[in-house]
């Protein structure tokens, strides 16, 4: 199994730009989250979904958004992006929300908005 | 609102032990998670607690009061390998990870 992964692991942006981040899960996971880490601060969440078809705002939309067409696929999207955006995007999938069952990450996409 | 206190940055020596602490408010609780973190990598899962009490795994051991609204962390037998960063994570009435900013580990030979 693969896991998480994401596409790509790096970009460079000029501001104003659009770009999609692709996330993919093989492991049958129903909950999906996207996350981006500045440094120095926490794992802040953009966006997740409870399952195929099903998207919800985190605490940090804003600027994002998300399409969740397949249950194995999440992908994130940057309609205008901004400096701002600058970060280090992960993606995550666990197979229910509470109890035991932690969040799996993928490697990571490092954007970079001039 | 919803906070997560962990000290930024501690320093400890090969072999040794040490003690992360983590101090959390938040709305709700469905348990508490530690996920280490290396340079440049995606955080991986080391423990859950949900009851008061010690979980042990190996070198790594969990501790949670939630009366207290505190849980930490402990080390044995560092390795250099253990130099990363540690995330505390409580998990909140919505069952969504409130994430602590993570406490840098540097182990000294």
């Known amino acids: 199994n693969a896991g998480v992964t994401q596409t790509p692991k790096f970009r460079v942006l000029k501001t104003g730009q659009s770009m999609t981040l692709l996330c993919a899960q093989d492991?049958?996971?129903?909950?999906m989250y996207w996350y981006r880490q500045d440094p120095g601060m926490g794992l802040r969440l953009i966006h997740y979904s409870v399952g195929e078809g099903t998207t919800a705002k985190g605490e940090f939309p804003d600027g994002y958004n998300v399409s969740r067409l397949k249950k194995q696929n999440f992908l994130l999207g940057l309609e205008s992006a901004a400096p701002s955006q600058t970060s280090v995007y992960f993606c995550a999938s666990s197979p229910l929300a509470g109890g035991p069952d932690t969040q799996y990450f993928g490697p990571g996409t490092r954007l970079t908005v001039l | 609102g919803q906070n997560i206190d962990q000290p930024t940055e501690m320093t400890a020596t090969e072999g040794a032990i040490v003690q992360i602490n983590c101090t959390y408010q938040?709305?709700?609780?469905?348990?508490l998670f530690w996920y280490q973190q290396h340079a440049g990598e995606a955080p991986t899962f080391l423990s859950y607690n949900v009851l008061d009490g010690l979980e042990e795994k190996g070198r790594f051991s969990s501790f949670l009061s939630r009366s207290k609204g505190y849980s930490y962390l402990l080390l044995k037998e560092l390795q250099m390998k253990d130099s990363a960063s540690y995330l505390c994570a409580p998990m909140d009435s919505n069952y969504q990870l409130i994430w602590g900013a993570g406490t840098k580990l540097i182990i000294k030979p």
């Open positions: 492991m049958n996971h129903e909950y």
């Open positions: 938040t709305s709700g609780f469905n348990g």
